[in-house]
Structure formats: C-alpha cells, structure tokens
C-alpha cells in the first residue's frame, strides 16, 4: 500500500486534528504489539504534519524536552518517518518523542549520513494523558518541504516506531523484510499518494 498524505480543504490546527490515523499492530518479528501504533501524514495550504500515537507508556529519552532537537531519541521510544528525495536519491529521517522532542539527519544513501538536519521552523505538539497514552505532532512548513526535499508524488516514504524501551520493539508500516531491524532500506520505502480529504475518507469506507 502506497503511504497516503491526506490533503485537507481548511488549515490543520493542533487541538482540532481530524485526519485518518493508520495502525500497525506487529513489531519487526511479527509480535503483537501490547496496543497497536498509529500515525498519520497530512497537508494543508501551508503545512505538512506528521502525526502519531500510543495507548502505552513511552519511555523518553533523559534529555528530551519539549519542542527541542534532541540527538539519539532513538534510543528510547520514538515515532519516525522517512523521507527520500527523488531528485538527488538522498532522504530524510525525522525522529519525534512522545513529549514533542525532535532530531532530524540526511543521509545520501543506506546509512551514509550526511550530518544532523536541524531544519528550520518545526513546530511539535504532545498530549500525554495520566494513563500514559501519547499524542504528539510535528508541523512542518509545506514550501520547506518541497523545495528542500523535493515532496511530491514521485517520493517514497515510510513511518516507524521504537516502543517498549529497553526492551525494544521495532515497527515498520511498510514491510523492509527479515534480518535484524533496519529502518534504512530506502530502496522499500512506498510510494506517495495524495488523497483529498472526501476521497480518503471514501476509500476507507470501501476496505
């Protein structure tokens, strides 16, 4: 299944989200998840938003504050897409914690880094309930986007998520095959599809 960017008709507000969410409910070995992932990627006139979230508890990084870039998020729980650029092969991983921390590196090709990305203008937002459950966003500004890593139907894309820390669980909502967990397969990432609002909300009826 391609990775769908559900476009919205009016400006996404934080607060007032209404976007389709997509689960994955397996970890990298097939084992189910305690409760499964969700995540989401949409767009308005201005903004792109990558969306995600847990009904578990999150194990955050010590040093994650809220809204900060925030080296090695990975090694704790975290939800993270990646991103390739069609015109140069390189891509994008963008890593988000549960309470809006952030970290983001550009890599040329599978894990050939080309050094930590603190972009310009993201914005994160989190609700962390009592009970643990986690909603967090990241809001990212659309021409930055566009013009820096080339978004548009001819890119790839894939959402990942690290739960269950120290005892890792890894998940991919698009199958990268067996071995040991490796989200850097940009070679696997889907491919993009943009969707209206009303015609998402159709196709999902139709599943």
Excluded at 1 to 10: G, L, Q
Excluded at 65 to 89: I, S, Y
Excluded at 142 to 150: A, G, W, Y
Aim: net charge negative; charged share 25%.
């Amino acid at each position: 299944m391609d990775v769908i960017i559900e476009c919205k008709k009016s400006s996404i507000e934080w607060g007032e989200i209404d976007v389709a969410l997509f689960a994955a409910a397996l970890d990298w070995n097939g084992k189910p998840l305690k409760s499964p992932v969700g995540f989401s990627f949409a767009m308005d006139d201005t903004s792109f938003w990558f969306i995600a979230t847990h009904a578990e508890p999150a194990d955050l990084h010590p040093k994650a504050r809220p809204g900060q870039f925030t080296p090695e998020l990975w090694k704790h729980d975290v939800a993270e897409f990646f991103l390739t650029n069609p015109m140069n092969g390189r891509y994008l991983e963008f890593n988000l914690a549960a309470n809006g921390a952030w970290w983001a590196a550009e890599f040329s090709g599978p894990r050939d880094g080309m050094g930590e990305a603190p972009l310009q203008g993201v914005e994160t937002f989190s609700d962390l309930a009592p009970d643990g459950r986690w909603l967090v966003a990241a809001k990212f500004d659309l021409t930055m986007m566009r013009e820096r890593f080339s978004l548009s139907p001819d890119s790839t894309m894939n959402a990942t998520f690290i739960v269950n820390s120290p005892e890792q669980q890894f998940v991919t909502a698009t199958d990268l095959g067996g071995g040991e967990p490796d989200f850097h397969q940009p070679s696997k990432f889907k491919q993009v599809q943009f969707m209206q609002e009303a015609e998402l909300k159709k196709a999902l009826e139709g599943m």
